[in-house]
Nanobody, 124 residues
Framework: EVQLVESGGGSVQAGGSLKLSCAAS????????MAWFRQVLGKEREGVAV???????RYADSVQGRFTISRDNAKNTLYLQMNSLKPEDTAVYYC??????????????????WGQGTQVTVSS
């Protein structure tokens, strides 16, 4: 059974930092893409950052320069370092993965496996 389990969410003041982790089990994604998405209640789920098997990355314009996505294939774990957080970053953050290449996609329908989400709240 494939499982993606996020951790590291919480509450922080604007300007602060958080680091999210996503531990994968039941499948390996070393040859595929892993990504972070986020969703605010009542809005569409949006792509935040994606990382390919070769380590290449792509970010949404709204987080470029503030967030860093990384992966540890030996641990089958994905990370998202979030710095200079803003109230508009408040959302449920989801880990997503697919076992093949994704061409740098931040389109939710390109990913087959999802975590349950972790809440990030940034207060002003």
């Amino acid at each position: 059974e494939v499982q993606l389990v996020e951790s590291g969410g919480g509450s922080v003041q604007a300007g602060g930092s958080l680091k999210l982790s996503c531990a994968a089990s039941g499948s390996t994604y070393s040859a595929g893409c892993m990504a972070w998405f986020r969703q605010v209640l009542g809005k569409e789920r949006e792509g935040v950052a994606v990382i390919a098997s070769d380590g290449s990355t792509r970010y949404a314009d709204s987080v470029q320069g503030r967030f860093t996505i990384s992966r540890d294939n030996a641990k089958n774990t994905l990370y998202l370092q979030m710095n200079s957080l803003k109230p508009e970053d408040t959302a449920v953050y989801y880990c997503a993965a697919i076992g093949i290449g994704c061409g740098g996609s931040l389109y939710r329908w390109d990913f087959t496996d999802w975590g349950q989400g972790t809440q990030v709240t940034v207060s002003s």
